[in-house]
């Protein structure tokens, strides 16, 4: 990022420049007129220098003068219409290039694509269309903006049409914890929902000459009992330089954030990234090449599983302006070269502010090179099952208008949105707001796991290693660690059914299965994970380990369950362990002991296979004898349906 002007490629700056290609176009004409305006000439040479010297108020006054001297003269115009859209005075500026129109209609080409700008910003589609229809009636030799002109063509079209289906719309403040007299923007989200962390623009403690007098900083704020706390300045992480552009990974632990001009840079800006350790932040690292370039790498956002890294860059040598571009950790934890996402996405114009949602297949971005009601919109698209990214949908008025609307976040939930405005109402400049996202522009549901692995005899915290494995596809989601105080967050999207193992040296590891393959589960799970301690007598269930109904088959989702046990085994070589099977009382005694035995013995077979010795190892059946749970509903019974594995002698 980090200067908000710099990089947003506003509509307002391209209108600048060509407004400014007229004056000195006319320029060259006007000192040819064979009219006599020597006082007009004089008075507009006299504003001209004002201009180029930054005064608009002085050139404002020798234009109109000029203009009251001689009507008919076209650069006074031309000067006043280019400060009054740089102030946004659409009315003062389409005042004057009509004029401008009516006196010389056909001599000024570009004029009637300035006004087809002007107009849309007004919602007047139908006579900005006429306009750009009138501006291609002229031979294409004289269009200088044809391609800009083509895209606003799209917008007036599209916009048109799509502002006759508003979309619901309701925006709410989150208040004066989180908001302040200054601009806050960026809001980044854990995936809990009780991590807020936003880009803010404060006054600088000391200004150097010539420097801007505030510094962007980020500030956090925690969700507690429904309230915001007041949110505080991250003093680990800030500088008196500029820190933005941040995302919060879902887990809360990393930080990654856009700086520029660094020491340590690669490139003009460059993404860094800090880890919580449980007690602070850790010292900002710069994440090196391949992510970073010689160029323009801006606004990361992290998938839930730690695993993508999207960003907007300028690295592509065919363009100038910023598009997305994505980065998969190899299977050795290195970031891999980043690839440009595919034509569809990306255009020609500039994308900026990915965001990818915690369901890790939909991505909310900003664009002006899309179909869009003018200037930047927002945009969703979804991966589909192929890997292949679906069609880009733009989210519709009012939550896209006339103006420039460059980012939002959708809590993991899929219900809410998160974005900054500076709309009437607030407490300062920007504030951040949410508003309840509607039903067609929702990202897939995502719950999460939270809780603490402590020492189940001392209660004390563990740092312990953790995974998350999809069972169908024995495949590792996320691989981490507890903090110093033993906390973790993950994220659990939808469609999968995951195994939960829990490890540390010298413990029991710890295992649980959340099965989400077929429903969504929109409460989440808290989860405190007591570890034991590697001693005899103690126990474990598999709650990973599955079989088809009263049968003794291992099905194929058992295999990371045994997988785990396995290395267990491998590293505590001098353990020997029982395991036993257990049913629940439905069925006769005989056929459940019978059951119990056959169950524990395929895991035996397991181990024996794969290189556990005999010795080490032995199966028992328990049939219905030591039930945990109740026998009288279908979740007790289906606790005491279980395969444990007990430290012996």
């Not at 004056?23 to 504003?47: D, K, M, Y």
């Not at 993508?308 to 860059?313: D, E, H, I, R």
């Not at 915690?358 to 919109?377: A, E, I, Q, R, W």
């Not at 006339?402 to 400049?429: C, H, M, P, T, W």
Request: hydrophobic share 35%; net charge negative.
């Amino acid at each position: 990022m980090l200067s908000k002007a710099k990089h947003l490629f506003k509509k307002i700056e391209q209108m600048n420049k060509f407004i400014i290609i007229l004056i000195f176009t006319i320029a060259v004409l006007s000192a040819n007129a064979q009219h006599s305006r020597e006082i007009a000439e004089g008075l507009a040479r006299e504003a001209k220098k004002a201009y180029q010297q930054g005064d608009n108020k002085t050139t404002e006054r020798l234009c109109l003068e000029a203009i009251d001297v001689d009507s008919t003269f076209v650069n006074p115009y031309l000067m006043l219409m280019n400060i009054y859209y740089s102030y946004g005075y659409y009315k003062e500026t389409e005042f004057y290039v009509k004029k401008l129109i009516r006196n010389n209609p056909d001599d000024y080409v570009e004029i009637y694509y300035v006004l087809a700008n002007i107009v849309i910003q007004d919602k007047r589609y139908e006579e900005a269309i006429a306009n750009l229809e009138k501006y291609f009636s002229y031979p294409t030799d004289q269009l200088k903006s044809a391609q800009l002109a083509k895209k606003l063509l799209l917008d007036a079209e599209f916009a048109k049409e799509a502002i006759k289906n508003p979309v619901p719309f309701a925006p709410e403040n989150l208040g004066d914890a989180v908001n302040s007299e200054y601009d806050e923007y960026l809001p980044s989200l854990s995936v809990d929902g009780q991590m807020l962390v936003t880009t803010v623009q404060v006054p600088k403690t000391y200004e150097a000459w010539g420097e801007k007098p505030y510094q962007e900083d980020f500030f956090i704020s925690y969700l507690n009992n429904g309230i915001w706390s007041t949110a505080q300045g991250m003093a680990e992480i800030n500088t008196l330089q500029n820190e933005g552009a941040q995302a919060i990974s879902p887990d809360g632990k990393f930080l990654y954030f856009t700086a520029c001009n660094r020491q340590d840079g690669l490139g003009e800006c460059d993404l860094y990234y800090s880890e919580w350790t449980g007690v602070k932040w850790s010292t900002p690292q710069n994440l090196g090449a391949p992510v970073n370039s010689p160029y323009w790498d801006s606004q990361p956002s992290i998938s839930s599983d730690g695993k993508s890294l999207y960003f907007a860059s300028t690295r592509d040598p065919q363009s100038d302006k910023p598009n997305l571009y994505v980065s998969t950790k190899t299977s050795s934890g290195r970031w891999g070269i980043p690839e440009k996402l595919p034509i569809g996405i990306n255009t020609d114009f500039a994308e900026q502010f990915p965001f990818i949602h915690s369901d890790n297949k939909t991505l909310y971005f900003g664009s002006n090179g899309l179909p869009s009601f003018g200037g930047f919109d927002l945009y969703m698209v979804q991966k589909q099952e192929n890997g292949e990214w679906g069609e880009v949908k733009n989210l519709g008025y009012p939550i896209n208008t006339e103006n420039n609307e460059l980012s939002l976040i959708v809590n993991s939930f899929g219900d809410q949105a998160y974005f900054a405005s500076n709309r009437d109402g607030g407490y300062g400049k920007q504030d951040i707001y949410k508003f309840e996202l509607y039903e067609n522009a929702r990202p897939d549901m995502v719950s999460y796991l939270k809780g603490i692995v402590y020492d189940a005899e001392t209660n004390e915290p563990l740092i312990a290693d953790f995974e998350l494995i999809d069972i169908a596809k024995d495949e590792k989601i996320i691989v981490a660690k507890s903090d110093s105080k033993g906390k973790f967050l993950v994220a659990l999207p939808s469609g999968i059914d995951y195994a939960l193992n829990v490890a540390k040296n010298g413990y029991l590891f710890y295992s649980e299965s959340f099965l989400m393959k077929d429903n969504e589960n929109k409460e989440p799970f808290l989860l405190d994970v007591p570890l034991k301690k590697v001693k005899v007598g103690e126990t474990v269930v598999l709650k990973n380990i599955f079989f088809e109904t009263d049968s003794y088959v291992l099905k194929e989702g058992s295999i990371s369950e045994l997988k785990t046990l396995l290395g267990f085994m491998n590293t505590n070589p001098k353990l020997n362990i029982e395991i036993s099977g257990h049913t629940d009382n439905v069925g006769s005694k005989t056929h459940n002991q019978e059951l119990s035995l056959n169950r524990a013995k395929s895991v035996f077979d397991y181990l024996v296979k794969n290189n556990i010795s005999e010795n080490r190892l032995s199966f028992v059946g328990y049939a219905d004898d030591q039930p945990i749970d109740s026998n009288e509903t279908e979740k007790g019974r289906a606790n005491n349906r279980r395969t444990e594995f007990k430290i012996v002698e």
